[in-house]
Structure formats: structure tokens, C-alpha cells
């Protein structure tokens, strides 16, 4: 198992097919899926399409999703980390080739400041050692936390758009701006 990060408080690694019953619980929460289309999970069959498609972007695209442990409980807390979009079915804001910058975390991790946390280690990862030149990220209009987030970790907003029929915010920060807020 391959860990790419390592924060303070987490573990970002190689998501695994025993990661099923934390999925499950992260995936199948309906707060979890408030803004994410009200569509949560209800079997774990489901759930290991997930983790083997997550699996399956190491492979081909070199980057997909981490799985975010806290090392305090070793607990499975949710995911974080980078996911390279490419084709006609993964576009979103008119983009069809971006890298994206995104977390899920079950609902008794939230609040802790584990989405900052893991997020400004996932955009050090994605700059300086994978050497990607943008990061993007995006979040419906109503979820204030998330928006939050993406703010509070460098990401510039960049326009409002419409997916589903439902109104989100696009951010992006590129490795040159990046640079200089590390500087």
C-alpha cells in the first residue's frame, strides 16, 4: 500500500478494496451527498465499482483519490486528493482536460479542519511533485463550507456556472500563483 502524504493529523494513501466499509459509511450518508446530487450509495457493491475505478486512475492517469486516515484512531475518516478529468464524460465548466481538487469526509470528521488540512498537502503534492500546472476545483453555491475551503487553500474563484441545473463555483490556482503564496 502506497502512502503519498503525510500531514500532522493524516495519512493520505493508496485507496484499498478493505477501504469497502469505510466507503460504505462515508458514501451512504445522506449529509454527505447534500450537495453532491442527494444520490448516496446503498450497497457496497456499489462502493467497490468506486474504489476500483479510483484504482484504476493510478494506473492510467497516474493520480486518483487518497484515502484519508487520521493517525490518532487509524481510522478511515474519508478521501482527498487529486483527480485528472479528461474526456467528454468528465466535463464540467466547459473543461474537459483539468486536474481537480477534492474531499469527502464522514459527517464525525467535519469540523476539524481535515479538508484544509489535507488539501493544501494535496496541492503541494500535485505542484511540486507531479509538476501538474493548474488545479481546479468546484463546489455548488450553497455548500459554504466547501466553498470555504477552496478559498481558504489558495484557489481563486474564476466564474459560476451551472451543473445539473444547479449552481456551483469554479476556482483554479496554477503552479506559478502557487509559488508565490509559498514563497
Not at 478493505?18 to 458514501?27: K, N, P, R, S
Not at 479510483?54 to 492510467?60: D, G, L
Request: aromatic fraction near 14%; hydrophobic fraction near 35%; glycine fraction near 10%.
Amino acid at each position: 500500500m502506497k502512502i503519498f502524504i503525510e500531514t500532522d493529523r493524516l495519512i493520505l494513501r493508496e485507496m484499498v478494496p478493505t477501504d469497502v466499509d469505510g466507503m460504505f459509511e462515508l458514501d451512504s450518508d445522506p449529509l454527505v451527498h447534500k450537495y453532491l446530487g442527494n444520490n448516496p450509495v446503498t450497497s457496497k457493491e456499489q462502493v467497490m465499482k468506486y474504489i476500483n475505478f479510483i484504482r484504476e486512475q493510478y494506473e492510467k492517469r497516474g493520480i486518483g483519490r487518497f484515502a484519508a486516515i487520521e493517525k490518532a484512531s487509524g481510522d478511515f475518516i474519508g478521501w482527498s486528493g487529486i483527480k485528472l478529468n479528461t474526456g467528454e464524460k468528465e466535463t464540467l465548466n466547459g473543461n474537459d482536460h483539468f486536474y481537480d481538487i477534492g474531499y469527502r469526509f464522514i459527517p464525525r470528521y467535519w469540523g476539524k479542519g481535515y479538508a484544509t488540512e489535507s488539501s493544501i498537502a494535496t496541492l503541494k503534492y500535485g505542484f511540486e511533485e507531479l509538476g501538474i500546472e493548474t488545479m481546479c476545483g468546484a463546489a455548488e453555491v450553497e455548500n459554504i463550507a466547501s466553498n470555504k475551503v477552496l478559498q481558504k487553500i489558495g484557489l481563486k474563484f474564476i466564474n459560476e456556472f451551472t451543473y445539473d441545473d444547479i449552481k456551483c463555483y469554479w476556482y483554479e490556482l496554477n503552479r506559478e500563483d502557487y509559488g508565490k503564496t509559498m514563497s
